[in-house]
């Protein structure tokens, strides 16, 4: 997407090679232009898949993720990130290994919310690793949902998530994608 591969060359901060900051557009100020623009481009992507909802990963996929859900008229689901507790009946719950803050949290998903008659697609800002990405298909694999795919903002094509997700037989749409990264550099692909 032209429009997302622009703004992130003017404001976007490639710390060094692995971590693109995008905090006045993104994930600290939020361009709701943008944003909206981002949702309809996903929905458009997605629209004869027969999704019924959306489901994100806490925090910073709810913003594209609720633009994804208004676009296509359906419901939106945060996976939500709790500290580790007691198994609880009413959730399901995996851990999951945090790319920026190197620690594991755990994300947990109500049982009232996702059902086997749901069609979900995934949406988030980032794809890295893919380790949010698996720990939300795990979820919605315990409440025997079928996937649609997993969509995403911004993907470093340069590190194993998107090979982890397709090698599963997801389908990834990503907005931008990017080959390489340096301090003050950014390459799409
Ligand atoms: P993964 O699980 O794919 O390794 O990482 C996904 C999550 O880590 C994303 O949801 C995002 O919040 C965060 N993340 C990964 N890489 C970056 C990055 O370069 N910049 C920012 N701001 N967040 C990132």
């Known amino acids: 997407m032209k429009l997302l591969e622009a ?4 404001d976007g901060i490639a710390v060094n090679e692995h971590i693109l900051k995008v905090d006045s557009f993104i994930n600290h100020q939020v361009d709701p232009m943008l944003m909206q623009e981002m949702g309809r481009e996903i929905a458009e992507h997605f629209k004869d898949k027969g999704i019924t909802k959306i489901a994100t990963i806490e925090s910073s996929g709810i913003a594209p993720a609720l633009m994804t859900s208004i676009a296509m008229n359906v419901p939106m689901i945060i996976l939500k990130k709790q500290p580790s507790k007691i198994l609880n009946q009413d959730l399901y719950q995996t851990v999951v290994t ?5 620690t594991n949290y755990e994300l947990t998903l109500s049982k009232k919310y996702i059902n086997e008659n749901d ?20 979820l919605l694999r315990m409440s025997h949902a079928t996937i649609a795919g997993f969509a995403v903002l911004i993907e470093k094509s340069f ?19 990017i080959a390489k990264m340096a301090e003050n550099y950014i390459e799409f692909l």
């Open 119 to 138: 069609h979900v697609l995934i949406v988030d800002d980032f794809l890295a690793n893919g380790e949010a990405a698996t720990a939300a298909l795990r």
């Open 159 to 177: 590190q194993p998530g998107h090979q982890k997700l397709t090698s599963q037989g997801i389908e990834v749409f990503a907005l931008a994608k």
């Open 7 to 10: 703004k992130i060359k003017e």
């Open 98 to 102: 945090s790319f920026t803050k190197e």
